[in-house]
């Protein structure tokens, strides 16, 4: 049997990533166990969980009915049983089903028992748009589990983000929503000695991936990427700009963002979840609570719009790209931009 | 995991894939009516969807459609189900009953613009009586039952006829749905196209009982019926609908079908499904046996043949011509009807992408020159 020890991983998609995590999760502990629709001899619809029902055994490695609350009401119960659950909800759009055993159980239960009952859930959930797929395959729900207390949310960025991550959700004990940015997983990374752990950050912590002097751009998931581009086109213009990782969505890393903010005076929060109520809210209030007297602007947020998600041929205009981001950019560093020109219209 | 076999042969049918007529007594006398005009045209209807799905496919692998879920094999179930329909049925369908909705006169080019990912909105529900399409599974079913209860309240002879898979059933939605339709008596019809898999699920997975079974345990009366059966079909559905109309409550039909291309564009059966499956399921295709019956009774096969090609390939040749001639939606449509009143948000954030747009010296109704992360900087256009 492969394990995280004896496997040797080289240049490895984000899928892959996910993959030898899982199975290093699987090999590592017994009391693992997969769960979800198309996850066995598919290996998903993603193929995240491919080879592991043959590897583990359909014990291990659970095609579940087609029934979210099912799935996740039922890895409820296997927590009381001491089994630590990974179950996979196949689109962000339908997780909704399983809505009510997530907010009203799985993030509930450890409190509710003082502490006696732990609930080792991590929840896998493909998220976030730019792949062209129909209604219900594109959303970004991250908000409404951030606002439930009990739970916490993930989201990992990279193959080698992915690689550890997966890994430390399914070690936690608290339950972990866990966002995978769908149109990343088949970017390759090489992980060449990444067994070693070097560069690995504890779950909650959120990451510098591009230091800077100007501006900070707080973002997760897809749009760290973008973000990263942003913040190259943006030096061409003699600006500077650090691009944190979020990482953890809940709780949030508020000194990493601190530190930069309090460094560059200047703050842009850029994800592709609606405006309205979104993370990009808290993290803005939360930073202007803390740092009001070293911001040199207020936070600015560029975000998807306050739409349901449309139809793929209008994806371009409603995902924040990289000029979206330059734009915001702009504002913070009060250039001329779309909304000094909207203001004075 | 040992699953159960749900694929046994316990359903009603009156056509034997060898195309024998069996004398069935509970339904014959639904579609004694049928003049041999008629029966042609079933076979007709048959032949024009499986061509929209063949089209439709060979649209998505030419790139004109991102995806396309099949319907192969099922056109008996669609056929004989949208056939048994009175224009007053409301439809209330998922995403693979395309057949179904074309026979109720929704435009297969319209439909399939959903498909392209040019638009969640096509038809007016209310034109044709039909829902938009679901995705989310089994939602529908709750739908049905509630606009069911509205015809009841309003005192309407008609019916609302949920359609759904297998696998759908397993959903706490399509449960629930049964216990509301049994508790109001509600006119709903549920009709399950067990096609066999859910994706890469065998029906054994969601269910260790024929599906049908499971409805009776709500109170509901239900049906398994040869779904490549399309006379079988028929029969049962007009008799279900005619029940439900006149005061009988819901009913249950499962439809005994097989899926026989992939799930969508986007799946590979080979990974997991056995291809003398397949094989066994070819032999029962359901053009074949009514075709079969058809020549048996003495019908001039060779012009119902010719006939029906011709109204397929008609079909077929609008479709691409339309297809390619789709209008794209311009970004100004990302806004519209949001709500169904003005809303200051969406103002804002549309004037406000506007401006925004200007700076490209793009507008809200053009379609050029800003894309995903395609322009340089922003810098560049200031
Ligand atoms: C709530 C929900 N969960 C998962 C999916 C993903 N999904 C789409 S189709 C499908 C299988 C449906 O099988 P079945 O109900 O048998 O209908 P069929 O596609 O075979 O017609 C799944 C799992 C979905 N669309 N909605």
Known sequence: MKTSQTEKL???????????GLRAALANHPKVLLMGEDIGKLGGVFRITDGLQAEFGEQRVLDSPLAESGIIGTAVGLAYRGYRSVPEIQ???????????????????HYRTSGAVTMPITIRIPFGGGIGSPEHHSESPEAYFVHTPGLRVVSPSSPAEAYWMIQDAIACDDPVIFFEPKRHYHEKQDLTGIEEGKDRLPLGAARIVRPGEHVTIVSYGALVKTSLSAATAAEDDGISVEVIDLRSLSPIDFGTIEASVRKTGRLVIAHEAALTGGLGAEIAASVTERCFHYLEHAPVRVTGWDLPYPPSKLEKHHLPDMDRILDGVDRVLDRPNSYSRFEGK | ??????????????????????????????????????LASLYQDMVVIRRLDTEATALQRQGELALWPPLLGQEASQVGAARALQNKDFIFPSYRESGVLVLRGVSPTELMRVWRGSSTTTWNPYDHNVASPQIIIGAQTHHAVGYAMGLGMDGEEAAAVSFFGDGATSQGD???????????????VFFCQNNHWAISEPVGLQSQTHIADRARGFGIPAVRVDGN??????AVTRRALEQARHGGGPFFIEAVTYRMGPHTTADDPTRYRDQGELEHWKGRDPLDRMAKYLAQSGADMEQIEKDAQAAADEMAAVVRAEIKQTVEPTARDLFTHVYSEEHPRINEQRDHYEAYLQQFGDSLDGNGANGNGAGGSAGAAR
Not at chain 1, 10 to 20: C, I, V
Not at chain 1, 93 to 109: E, L, R
Not at chain 2, 177 to 183: E, G, I, P, Q, S
């Open chain 1, 10 to 20: 080289g240049k490895t998609t984000f899928g892959g990533a996910l993959n030898a």
């Open chain 1, 91 to 109: 689109f962000d759009g339908f997780v909704y089903p399983a809505f009510d055993q997530i907010v009203s159980q799985v993030a509930k239960i």
């Open chain 2, 1 to 38: 995991m040992e699953l159960s076999a749900a694929g046994d042969d316990h359903f009603e049918q009156m056509l034997k894939p060898c195309g024998e007529r069996v004398p069935n007594p509970l339904n014959d006398r639904w579609i004694n009516d049928l003049t041999d005009a008629d």
């Open chain 2, 174 to 188: 399509v449960n629930e749905a049964m216990v509301f339709a049994a508790t109001y008596h509600a006119p709903a």
């Open chain 2, 229 to 234: 059966d399309v006379l079988a079909v028929l």
